[in-house]
């Protein structure tokens, strides 16, 4: 692609000493040029999702006249069908090599047609672009694209559309942003360059969540130029002009990639399609080079990411894995509860097989007599396994879920299922006592550094517990305390498996990510996992500074700027956290 005619700074600034309020107009790269090679468009009707049920859409793409069927080409996705004189623009642009060849894929949202003339159609377009989950990704990715891959060009030319995240950019306007927004945000292999034009950034159906989860998750491989007036809409939902400014000084926060041209518009698309070009020159800049993700400033996640160590896969091919343990050595050990089998690491790295028969454990963890426990769900027992592999039953009648073991031999185990949902204390001699009961279902636990407090997971909410523990192992004090964040499809965070770092803060293992919270109960940070899912987590490695993360079928690692505590060692007070 041929280098920028002219250098595209990072705000584009229109006032009324440039143009009248909402009087934009269109430049020659929006307008048809002698010369140049136009493409074509072509139409269809797509109504076949399966997630989205019962829709119907139409469909307009766009085809240059320099596509080449023998290459895969470029993507550039918009939602509510054609806007900001796009084709046109795609001309031009591509004509100048400003941008690589593209082709355009322009869809309005879906209606559930009705069987009476009298009714009113279903209209899915709040439901299908205000969202935050990752549901309008997905169909575009596993199902709209694939569609178009299927059609010829009129002169047959099949369209061969590129995989690769970095050679897709997506767009919209108003809720069609939002949309576009999260489809990259959801799935960044996917899209990684984004338009904005009077963006819904507010909480229609929870879009003003955004800027919050910006600054405090890993950033992703996203370019993304904004659009806004200061004439946009004020209403119930929220104030647009001030989200959208909100939305820049996140990501601007977060050191994304972000151009953006405020004005003096409306809630239209009269600024948007005139500076339409130049955000397309931005956002393919120096492509094919790929988006690079921003990096958090050391002020909570940044000192914990290491740059350049990102997650490495450990194993993968497992029903579900869970039970995450390290020993003494940092040797790290965990289990495939349907399999009824426990791995460990060996000198290579790779899991083999530790234990052949678990009766379904799920939590692991090691004590400080340095027997590894377990909790089998097959057999409602608390396990011992000694140095022989041979095991000793600590506790009967406890369906275990999770479990830990403190420095003083002290074992807390969470119970959760119907009749059931408890907390038990087992003592060293093996006597059993119920701790706390009433959770919806309990799961991951885990001891602060000084051991004082207890932390128990709600996996059926968005809460983890709090408690403090007495002199004879009871818990006192109970309080939900640690606010978690929730997926937009869920009604939970799924929150499971936890651990603590050196500086007392807990790491969280939940459908969102690993969501790191301080010692006041406050989220400061969200990792991602690869594929989207953790079971469990804990430290390992020589110097415990590896986290290794059972994420269902897969299990990776990933080396931290931090160490990680051990509840078989002795307790240690962090440091108090900043309120």
């Not at 994304?256 to 041209?261: C, F, L, S």
């Not at 993700?293 to 990102?310: C, D, M, S, V």
């Not at 007392?504 to 899912?533: E, F, S």
Request: charge should be neutral.
């Amino acid at each position: 692609m041929k280098p920028l005619l002219f250098p595209l700074v990072a705000t584009l600034t229109f006032t009324s000493a440039l143009l009248a309020a909402d009087d934009y107009v269109p430049g020659p790269d929006s307008i048809v040029q002698a010369g140049v090679p136009q493409g074509e468009l072509l139409k269809f009707t797509f109504a076949a999702s399966k997630i989205f049920p019962g829709t119907t859409r139409n469909v307009t793409v766009y085809v240059p006249r320099q596509y080449d069927p023998t290459k895969p080409a470029c993507v550039y996705v918009n939602q509510d069908g054609v806007q900001n004189n796009a084709p046109v623009v795609f001309d031009n642009l591509i004509a100048k090599g400003e941008m690589p060849v593209v082709i355009g894929v322009f869809v309005t949202p879906g209606v559930v047609p009705v069987t009476d003339p009298a009714a009113l159609p279903r209209f899915n377009r709040s439901f299908e672009y205000d969202g935050l989950g990752d549901g309008y990704a997905r169909f575009l990715l596993e199902e709209l694209l694939p569609f178009v891959e299927q059609q010829k060009a009129s002169d047959g030319r099949a369209l061969r559309l590129s995989a690769s995240g970095n050679d897709r950019a997506i767009g919209g306007g108003s809720s069609g942003a939002i949309a576009a927004f999260t489809a990259a945000w959801e799935r960044p292999d996917g899209f990684s360059r984004v338009y904005s034009g009077i963006g819904t950034y507010v909480d229609l159906r929870g879009g003003a969540r955004y800027p919050s989860l910006i600054r405090k998750t890993e950033p992703k491989p996203i370019r993304i130029f904004l659009q806004d007036g200061s004439a946009d809409l004020n209403i119930y939902a929220g104030d647009w002009w001030m989200a959208n400014q909100t939305m820049e000084r996140a990501l601007t926060y977060a050191n994304y990639e972000v151009a953006h041209a405020w004005g003096e518009g409306g809630h239209n698309g009269k600024q948007q399609t005139a500076v339409f070009p130049d955000a397309m020159r931005f956002l393919w800049k120096d492509w094919p080079t790929p988006v690079k993700a921003g990096t958090l400033p050391a002020e909570r996640i940044g000192p914990i990411l290491i740059p350049g160590e990102g997650w490495q896969l450990v194993g993968e091919g497992y029903q579900v894995s869970e039970g995450t343990a390290v020993n003494t050595k940092g040797e790290f050990f965990f289990t495939d509860i349907p399999a009824s089998k426990a791995y460990r690491l060996d000198a290579a790295g790779k899991p083999v097989e530790f234990i052949a028969d678990t009766k379904r454990a799920n939590g692991q963890a090691f004590g400080p007599d340095g027997r590894l426990y377990a909790c089998a769900t097959a057999t409602k027992q608390v396990l011992a396994y000694g140095p022989e592999m041979k095991s000793v039953v600590i506790a009967e009648g406890i369906g275990g879920n999770d479990l830990i073991v403190a420095h003083n031999g002290n074992i807390y185990v969470t119970n959760p299922g119907a009749g059931e949902n408890k907390v038990w204390l087992v003592k060293p001699d093996g006597t059993k006592r119920e701790v706390d009961a009433g959770l919806r279902s309990p799961n991951g636990i885990a001891l602060s550094p000084d051991q004082t407090l207890l932390y128990v997971a709600d996996y059926a909410s968005h809460w983890v517990y709090s408690y403090v523990i007495q002199p004879d192992g009871t818990l006192a004090h109970k309080q939900r305390y640690y606010w978690l964040h929730v997926g937009d499809n869920d009604d939970q965070a799924f929150t499971d498996g936890m651990k603590v770092d050196i500086n007392g803060l807990l790491y969280v293992a939940t459908r969102m990510g690993i969501q790191i919270c301080d010692q006041a109960g406050r989220v400061n940070a969200i990792i991602p996992t690869p594929n989207g899912r953790c079971t469990n987590l804990v430290f390992g490695g020589e110097k415990f500074d590896t986290l290794y993360a059972t994420c269902n079928e897969k299990v990776y690692k990933r080396k931290l700027n931090t160490t990680g505590v051990n509840a078989w060692a002795p307790p240690l007070k962090p440091t108090a956290p900043k309120l």
